[in-house]
């Protein structure tokens, strides 16, 4: 794990916990001892790819450094109602306070692993590489893509910082394709940069003029809402010249077909925007 995801894990956990619990988990000071302990397992309610055990593992030891953690699941395994996921014991107030933040988050990867790892099953056996976007909750992007990569799909760019897109909207506010990629060219030269370059096309005759123009700095070609038919044509017009993207709608009933197309990449807001939370339950072990 490297230091920017442990900053943001730390982060987070931090600002959850602030969140929920303020100046006190008022419940359990009021009825719980102090210093009275208990065992917790984390249960799992529905059928799912799990996703989030080893960020479970951060919460606890951030309230109880000396928690004793029981691993019996890992991020990315396959499993059914009834599995127990891992063991914790620790002070039952401690268990407690991170209860809520430790189940909100990773129900929400499992769902988000899940979908991805659908996705990842549909092309099997096919030459793509199925990517992610940035329609993720805000201030838990972190935690989606991570859950996207626990799935088996492809993180794409993190952000605005480190990918250049020419979407729709840059193409319209500059006029054309042509001035759009002139002009990043342009900013690369003076800001002595780099970065990998997509440009969205939306027919054959924006896909040309990005062919004409982007040789010296366009990386991958997106074909946004192509028609099968069409996108197996475009794939074959730029002939490997250019990687070469989908986009636009694509779901699981659409994905194997569009990846048969040849295409490189495809790019689904589903794999984050779509999935639903998982079932998961923290309960203590009575006895």
Known sequence: MDQVLQDQIQAFIKQGLQEDVRDGDHTSLACIPTQNKDKVKLLVKEDCVLAGVELAQHILRYVDPEVEIELLKNDGDEVVYGDIAFYATSYSQSLLKAERLLLNAMQRMSGVATMSRQFQKAVEGLPVTILDTRKTTPLIRFLEKWAVRIGGCTNYRDGLYDWIMIKDNHVDANGSITNAVKKVEEYFAKNNMKLGVTVEVR????????MAVGKNVVTRIMLDNFEIPKMAEAVKIINRDYQVEASGGITLKTVRAIAETGVDYISSGA?????????LSLKIVKG
Request: charged letters at 35%; a negative charge.
């Open 203 to 210: 027919n054959f005759e924006e896909m040309r003029e990005t």
């Open 271 to 279: 794999l984050t925007h779509s999935p639903t939370s998982k079932d």
